[in-house]
Antibody
Framework: EVQLVESGGGLVQPGRSLRLSCTASGFTFGDYAMSWVRQAPGKGLEWVGFIRSKAYGETTEYAASVKGRFTTSRDDSKTIAYLQMNSLKTEDTAVYYC??????????????WGQGTMVTVSS | DIQMTQSPSSVSASVGDRVTITCRTSQGISSWLAWYQQKPGKAPKLLIYAASSLQSGVPSRFSGSGSGTDFTLTISSLQPEDFATYYCQQANSFPFTFGQGTRLEIK
């Protein structure tokens, strides 16, 4: 079964750091780009970050709201993607989803989603 | 950044109805658009990619169309399990952006 499982969420004070993990199974992890999407309580979806596969240099892209504070990385040997979140703000409070990126028909889409992990930034 | 505008924000419909949701982008994105369904407390689910390609396992009552700046998601005959929130998302350029969502409710 193709699956993504996030972990690492929790309650953290403003200004502190947190690292989320996304463990993949059921597919060849190294062949896919991965992405992170978040959803604040009662709000819509917000794209956060993207990491290409090793074949494309593992290069990354970020939303302006997190650029310089968040970093995504991957360990293909462990089939894990990470989201390192530094200098957290209260507005980063959200459910964070890890997604697999489908590259087909010349476009990208998020075809597999994890169950999400809640991050609460509060003093 | 490419702005996404979905309409309507919410819609009430009955089982068996045909429903259309519209997504408009602030600049042309060719066919680089996806649609997702989200139910309360659950992760989103990919329905349509590349504007009109049906994701594997998604019922054929879902269809997508459009190119450029105007796109539609159509559900041909609503089923009870279709009541959810729907989002469009552009993948033409970074930063990827989502529409604000359309809540489909039971009439």
């Amino acid at each position: 079964e193709v699956q993504l499982v996030e972990s690492g969420g929790g309650l953290v004070q403003p200004g502190r750091s947190l690292r989320l993990s996304c463990t993949a199974s059921g597919f060849t992890f190294g062949d896919y780009a991965m992405s992170w999407v978040r959803q604040a309580p009662g709000k819509g979806l917000e794209w956060v970050g993207f990491i290409r596969s090793k074949a494309y240099g593992e290069t990354t892209e970020y939303a302006a709201s997190v650029k310089g504070r968040f970093t995504t990385s991957r360990d293909d040997s462990k089939t894990i993607a990470y989201l390192q979140m530094n200098s957290l703000k209260t507005e980063d409070t959200a459910v964070y989803y890890c997604t697999r990126v489908l590259a087909a028909a010349g476009t990208f889409a998020f075809d597999i989603w994890g169950q999400g992990t809640m991050v609460t930034v509060s003093s | 950044d490419i702005q996404m505008t979905q309409s309507p924000s919410s819609v009430s419909a009955s089982v068996g109805d045909r429903v259309t949701i519209t997504c408009r982008t602030s600049q042309g994105i060719s066919s680089w658009l996806a649609w997702y369904q989200q139910k309360p407390g659950k992760a989103p689910k990919l329905l349509i990619y590349a504007a009109s390609s049906l994701q594997s396992g998604v019922p054929s009552r879902f269809s997508g169309s459009g190119s450029g700046t105007d796109f539609t998601l159509t559900i041909s005959s609503l089923q009870p399990e279709d009541f959810a929130t729907y989002y469009c998302q552009q993948a033409n350029s970074f930063p990827f952006t989502f529409g604000q969502g359309t809540r489909l409710e039971i009439k």
